[in-house]
Nanobody, 122 residues
Framework: EVQLQASGGGLVQAGGSLRLSCAAS????????IGWFRQAPGKEREGVSC????????YSADSVKGRFTISSDNAKNTVYLQMNSLKPEDTAVYSC???????????????WGQGTQVTVSS
């Protein structure tokens, strides 16, 4: 059974940090890319960052470059999203998903985990 378990969300003040984790199981982790997406109330889902587990190539949205870092621990089948200098506009439900490569959009991602809420207070 394919599972993606996202965790690590919470409430933090602006300027603070959080680290999200996405634990994967049930598929060949090193042959997939893992992406983080977020969706705020009333807004469309947005791609945040993505990492190709096989070669470590990463991509990030302009809105988070320099603040968020995605990394992968292949031994643990886990991808992390380190979020620093958080802003109120980062408030959203963050979800992780798996695809063969880091697609620009979310439609081609095959497997999805449940979301974790991130709330940044001003």
């Amino acid at each position: 059974e394919v599972q993606l378990q996202a965790s690590g969300g919470g409430l933090v003040q602006a300027g603070g940090s959080l680290r999200l984790s996405c634990a994967a199981s049930g598929f060949s982790f090193d042959r997939y890319a893992i992406g983080w997406f977020r969706q705020a109330p009333g807004k469309e889902r947005e791609g945040v960052s993505c990492i190709s587990s096989g070669d470590g190539v990463t991509y990030s949205a302009d809105s988070v470059k320099g603040r968020f870092t995605i990394s992968s621990d292949n031994a643990k089948n886990t991808v992390y999203l380190q979020m620093n200098s958080l802003k109120p506009e980062d408030t959203a439900v963050y979800s992780c998903a798996a695809a063969r490569v880091c697609y620009r959009g979310s439609k081609m991602f095959e497997f999805w985990g449940q979301g974790t809420q991130v709330t940044v207070s001003s």
